[in-house]
């Protein structure tokens, strides 16, 4: 059995002062940087995903219905797509192994719509490294990682969700996530971290 950890969307964007901020974001980026620190030995690989829009078509909205419209967010080459500076050091220090782009031209929840800069999806990256057990962490709770949960169940591995990890945009939808990702399979583990 081998373990990896998926850091869905840790980007500026998705934190305090981003363009579609969750509250509690930078707290939780900080939280996985110290998580990756403290627990590398645990995994055998460490991935990141990233928001990567060029033109993801109706995605962006000026009247987002924040479900499945946004204001325009982690665009290529703009700063908001950046990793969170609380957890870009995890990143820079050589802790992540690789790093998966979704959504240029399309809205992309899952981590596993994702590529590296390769072109390896993350399915078959993971494969290919023997991976068969998935803990997930990240934002949203109530959209990518939910949808990055479920695409691992979909695709053969026994995912976790880290919840102490993660950052939830509002309490009912987050609660109606853990309860999907529940049926589906997926163990969830600590509290939702969610911040009205
Ligand atoms: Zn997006």
């Avoid at 990055?148 to 990890?165: C, I, W």
Wanted: glycine share 12%; net charge negative; charged share 25%.
């Amino acid at each position: 059995m081998s373990r990896a950890l998926i850091v869905v969307d840790v980007q500026k964007d998705f934190c305090e002062g981003g363009s579609v901020p969750v509250k509690g974001g930078a707290d939780r980026a900080a939280a996985i940087a110290e998580l990756v620190r403290r627990d590398r030995e645990r995994y055998v690989h460490i991935v990141a995903t990233r928001d990567h829009h060029v033109d993801p078509g109706d995605h962006f909205s000026e009247r987002p219905d924040f479900v499945d419209s946004f204001p325009v967010h982690c665009v290529v080459g703009g700063e908001g797509g950046e990793f969170h500076p609380g957890f870009a050091p995890a990143v820079d220090s050589g802790a992540v192994d690789e790093v998966f782009y979704k959504g240029a031209r399309s809205a992309s929840k899952s981590g596993f719509e994702g590529a590296a800069e390769d072109g390896t999806s993350l399915s078959d990256w993971l494969r290919a490294r023997d991976v068969t057990e998935l803990d997930v962490v990240g934002i949203a709770t109530d959209h990518c990682v939910r949808a990055t949960a479920l695409d691992g169940v979909r695709e053969g591995f026994d995912v976790r969700v880290l919840l102490d990890y993660t950052a939830g945009v509002a309490a009912d939808t987050t609660g109606t996530a853990m309860n999907e990702l529940r049926r589906a399979g997926v163990v969830l583990s600590g509290e939702p971290v969610v911040i009205p």
